[in-house]
């Protein structure tokens, strides 16, 4: 009943572990029975992963806040010769579609990526943009949909199976959108985590600056699924602050073909199985069956 098709890709549920949550699947199995990921979650979504091993930002690098969490790991990952030689074989041994987030300092990286993976048994690729674009200076992708459309196209164009871009929240999201559409990306994601800044000490002023994640920013996230989803055709997959059953169930009515849960993996691993259950709960006197 919960099965849901975004384009070429089939989920046996709407539930995919968002990127930068779960690791690569080092202690997944430790949380997780292999029957409850086959039959819970629909898709894993890898941490991102560039064309060089990055070592991430130096601590504090994470710091709980009311309502959420802020990150600044700084897209630490072994990169891409390693992860498919040390962490590929067995991610596809859980037996769900894997879809590989990427990232990349310019436009080039993306294709080198894609090229690099284009033979391998995944489903897909998540293209995140929030990353600054190296050759325009620094410029943030997502605040630059010329770059954007150059990138989306060149990609489709290399990459025939399932292609998402994964959106930031801030900027001229319905413009990016857009051009997704336009560009035939398969998906959107919206969002990722929204820039913020927590004080850590008073005296001498100490801060972190990194993005915003958990159920804080679901209001937010959740009403630019619901108005992008009224102007666009293009398939949408909600990330933001789902920690229950009915945080899902309100972007799927609001427009999400699927969701991630991504720091609800760092409060619970288990969350995806509570998941699931709770949405069962609520399917018959929501849609009277």
């Known amino acids: 009943m919960l099965s849901v098709k975004i384009k070429n890709l089939e989920l046996k549920t709407p539930l995919m572990l968002a990127s930068g949550t779960w690791g690569l699947g080092e202690n997944l199995a430790q949380f997780l029975k292999p029957k409850d990921i086959k039959k819970n979650i629909g898709a894993l979504v890898t941490k991102g992963i560039s064309l060089y ?3 991430g930002n130096p601590p504090p690098r994470i710091s709980e806040t009311p309502c959420g969490l ?3 790991i700084g897209l630490e990952n ?3 010769i390693s992860f498919k030689k040390n962490y590929l074989p067995n991610l596809l041994k ?16 993306f294709i080198d990526l894609a090229e690099e993976l284009k033979n391998e048994s995944i489903e897909g690729i998540e293209i995140n943009i929030s990353c600054p674009n190296v050759e325009k200076g620094g410029i943030y992708f997502f605040l630059d949909p010329a770059a954007v459309k150059i990138l989306v196209r060149r990609l489709r164009k290399k990459w025939d199976k399932f292609l998402s871009i ?3 929240p801030v900027g001229p999201v319905f413009e990016i959108a857009e051009i997704c559409q ?7 994601v919206i969002a990722n985590t929204y820039p913020a800044l927590k004080v850590l000490e008073l005296k001498p002023l100490k801060v972190l600056k990194g993005g915003l994640s958990g159920p804080a920013i679901k209001p937010l996230t959740l009403r630019l699924v619901y108005e992008i989803s009224k102007k666009l055709e293009i398939p949408i997959i909600g990330c933001g602050g789902i920690i229950s059953g009915r945080d899902a169930l309100e972007y799927l009515l609001c427009g999400a073909k699927a969701f991630q849960i991504g720091t609800a993996n760092l409060i619970n691993p288990r969350f995806a199985t509570k ?4 949405i069962n709960t609520y399917i018959p006197s929501i849609f009277h069956f």
């Open 94 to 109: 859980f037996g769900v579609p894997l879809i590989v987030n990427l990232h990349g300092e310019k436009i080039e990286d």
């Open 275 to 278: 998941i699931i259950k709770e």
């Open 78 to 80: 072994p990169g891409i």
């Open 182 to 188: 336009k560009e035939e990306a398969d998906a959107i």
């Open 53 to 55: 091993p990055c070592e």
């Open 70 to 72: 802020i990150n600044f």
């Open 166 to 168: 994964k959106l930031s």
